[in-house]
């Protein structure tokens, strides 16, 4: 192990982007109204309450390696790493919204972390544990968790930081 190359991963996930209803307004000053105007959806929010988390780890023999968080369980996986302390999370989101309402959630497919130190890493397969058509609860709200792949080349080493955007719309 190569001690003094230490790297510290945090995914600060947040950043949401909420995403907003496409809804059809009618019009007030045309001469005939809207025969069956939409209905009126509750605004979506996304609240971020908990970060991925990758931990701390120390390069093993190598100067590059990956670690994985999966979405469901949050079980980390290291190639070319060894964990220094501090558990690994998978971040969990919550959506609310109207209730019974189906859904798109965004997330991008990669994202690029910069350290204090100036290098960077990559997190990809960026993966959720929802159903393939979410819909908000009957409590209007929507709970998930995340989990991806970081991935650091050439020895880089520092405190690694980033932010993954979350859009929902209504379907």
Known sequence: MNVGTVIRIVLAFALPLPG????AQSCQLCA????????????????IDAALDFSTAVYTNRDSGSIAIEARTGRRQMIGFAALGGP?????VTITG???AR????????????????GT???????????PHPVIGPNGR??????????????????????????????
Do not use: H, K, M, Q
Not at 41 to 47: H, I, K, Y
Not at 121 to 131: C, F, Q, S
């Open 98 to 100: 109207e209730p019974f």
């Open 121 to 131: 890493a990559d997190v990809t397969e960026i993966r959720t544990d929802l159903p």
């Open 32 to 47: 005939t109204a809207p025969a069956d105007p939409a209905p009126s959806l509750r605004a979506l929010s996304v609240t």
């Open 88 to 92: 690994a999370l998978a971040g969990t």
């Open 142 to 171: 929507l709970v998930f968790t995340f989990g991806g792949r970081l991935t650091a080349r050439n020895g880089v080493d520092g405190d690694f930081r980033g932010r993954i955007p979350v859009t929902v719309d209504y379907n």
């Open 103 to 118: 859904v798109t959630v965004n997330l991008p497919r990669t994202v690029v972390l910069t350290s204090n130190l100036g």
């Open 20 to 23: 907003t209803a496409s809804i």
